[in-house]
């Protein structure tokens, strides 16, 4: 008992440390901006600090204060339990479900209909969470990853980079909470902190990737040969690595919505979770690269002679 304890203090104090961290980059970035903006005019960056202000509430505070105050409990035990006392929670959830208006009509009456007996609403919860849930939560996971992929592709800069896969991994976690209803226990969430704020900072070290570190010589050389392919080549390889992680951190939240602590070994979470993120990954790489902006593209392609290009041949 003492050891998983101390195991869980443990983690809260590095998931401290890493907050801690990202206040302080956070706000030295902040100051370092405003005090450039002063040149210009005084005013210019008391906008700025203000649009910061207004940013970190809405981007960073309030989906962390949702995920805070909903309610933690594990559907895997509660599921797993069929005995009459907890037939008050299975109504609890049976309703914040129905309230969402996003289950299928047929669900919906199933859980409506199977309220007053503990048996067949527990049946008909698993099949929610089981099923639908399920797939609602990878979509929200496969949707942060495509955003995340996109914006580290483009962005060249290593700080954005770190901020982005912060604020896209926090919003993805709010989201998965609010639609389960609840949220992990504390050591979880402690344990997901550590993983946003490390894949952020592998994000910013991303920036200073060298292609030549991840592709075989014989494979570089050959990309070499196509005009600019070689450089946008860097970026995409940051945009599928850091959608990557975003992906692995998605489906580690959802296991530890599913199933509780004492069920489930820090081992088999790495494990299942980095094949199911590489199972995903291919379905992100297809989205992303159908909304990717068409200036990227157009790099490849040879202009197109207008009919305004094209000679007159009365001349």
Not at 33 to 56: E, I, K, M
Not at 58 to 85: G, H, M, W, Y
Not at 271 to 300: C, D, H, Q, W, Y
Request: with cysteine.
């Amino acid at each position: 008992m003492k050891k998983k304890d101390t195991a869980k203090w443990f983690y809260y104090a590095i998931a401290i440390g890493f907050v801690m961290l990202f206040v302080l980059i956070l706000l030295s970035s902040v100051l370092d901006v405003g005090d450039r903006l002063s040149t210009l005019h005084p005013y210019v960056a008391y906008a700025f600090y203000a649009l910061s202000l207004l940013l970190v509430y809405f981007l960073i505070i309030r989906p962390i204060n949702i995920i805070l105050f909903s309610p933690t409990f594990s559907v895997q035990t509660v599921l797993d339990e069929a005995s009459k006392t907890n037939h008050p929670l299975y109504k609890r959830i049976a309703k914040r479900l129905i309230a969402m208006d996003d289950l299928p009509k047929d669900i919906s009456d199933d859980l409506v209909q199977s309220m007053s007996d503990v048996k067949e609403l527990r049946r008909a919860l698993n099949r929610v969470f089981s099923k639908h849930i399920k797939k609602k939560m990878n979509q929200i996971i496969q949707k942060h990853a495509k955003t995340v992929m996109i914006s580290t592709a483009i962005s060249q800069n290593g700080r954005l980079d770190f901020f982005t896969v912060i604020v896209v991994n926090i919003r993805m976690i709010k989201e998965l909470v609010v639609l389960c209803g609840f949220r992990p226990s504390f050591k979880h969430m402690a344990k997901l902190t550590v993983s946003v704020f490390t894949t952020a900072l592998i994000a910013e070290g991303l920036e200073n990737l060298d292609i030549n570190q991840v592709l075989p010589t014989s494979t570089v050389n050959t990309l070499g040969e196509i005009p600019l392919l070689k450089p946008v080549m860097s970026s995409v390889v940051q945009g599928i690595s850091n959608a990557l992680l975003t992906l692995r951190i998605g489906i580690v939240t959802r296991k530890f919505l599913y199933s509780d602590a004492n069920e489930i070994t820090k081992e088999e979470i790495r494990r299942t979770a980095l094949l199911e993120a590489a199972g995903m990954m291919p379905i992100v790489f297809g989205e992303a690269l159908m909304i990717l902006p068409k200036s990227i593209a157009n790099l490849f392609k040879k202009p197109n002679k207008t009919k305004k290009d094209e000679p007159d041949p009365k001349e």
